[in-house]
């Protein structure tokens, strides 16, 4: 099992690139999420998904989109990356979409925009 | 307004002695999750709870519904607990609203 798989670890974008965050999961969960986590600050939803097909916004979605074509993947996409998109960023998934079960973290990837 | 409060921000502290890291929140949750992230980055879960308590190992983590308020204990501390810890509520939605963290360093 190898529970929520998140790449690439580490990525340096210029401002306006745009790139693909990758977020697999095994574990047949229905919820997907991704957060941003900032210097000070808890860590914000930006998109979730509820089930295949299904997304929705988040907190902080300006910038982002995402999509859930099948239950195991769920990939962020930077349209035109911004420095102020700096930031740590984690994908978690979770058996129920009420996040009443526990909740499995990806790795996180570290992006800078200069 | 869906907010969670953690205290202390920073918390250091010798090996063996207990440890307690407080969350509270705004309004009625159905569910509080206690994360664990340490310097590499990543996140694991440690426990969800809904009402009473929880004990895994060392870690022990309450919550008191009425006053909206939950703990998490650590007895017997080690070095190898020095992590940034976060508490997380769910507020009866598809969401989960994250505290700030507390930072703890356990020095031999």
């Known amino acids: 099992n190898a529970g929520v798989t998140q790449t690439p670890k580490f990525q340096v974008l210029k401002t306006g690139q745009s790139m693909t965050l990758q977020c697999a999961q095994d574990?047949?969960?229905?919820?997907m999420s991704w957060y941003r986590q900032d210097p000070g600050m808890g860590l914000r939803l930006i998109h979730y998904?509820?089930?295949?097909?299904?997304?929705d916004q988040g907190e902080v979605p300006n910038g982002y989109n995402v999509s859930r074509s099948t239950t195991e993947d769920f990939p962020l996409r930077l349209l035109s990356a911004a420095p102020s998109q700096t930031s740590v960023y984690f994908c978690a998934s979770s058996y129920s979409g009420q996040m009443n079960t526990e909740a499995f973290f990806g790795q996180g990837t570290r992006l800078t925009v200069v | 307004k869906n907010e969670v409060e953690q205290s202390p921000q920073n918390l250091t502290a010798q090996e063996g002695e207990f440890i307690t890291i407080n969350c509270s929140y705004s309004v009625g949750i159905s569910a509080l999750h206690w994360l664990q992230q340490h310097p590499g980055g990543g996140i694991v879960s440690l426990f969800m709870?809904?009402?009473g308590k929880k004990k895994h190992g060392r870690l022990i983590a309450t919550i008191n519904i009425q006053e909206k308020h939950s703990s998490l204990h650590i007895t017997a501390s080690h070095p190898r607990d020095s992590a940034v810890y976060i508490c997380?509520?769910?507020?009866?939605?598809?969401?989960?609203?994250f505290g700030t963290g507390t930072r703890l360093t356990i020095i031999p």
């Open positions: 998904s509820v089930g295949a097909g299904i997304t």
């Open positions: 574990m047949n969960h229905e919820y």
């Open positions: 997380a509520a769910n507020f009866g939605n598809e969401k989960l609203t």
């Open positions: 709870l809904s009402s």
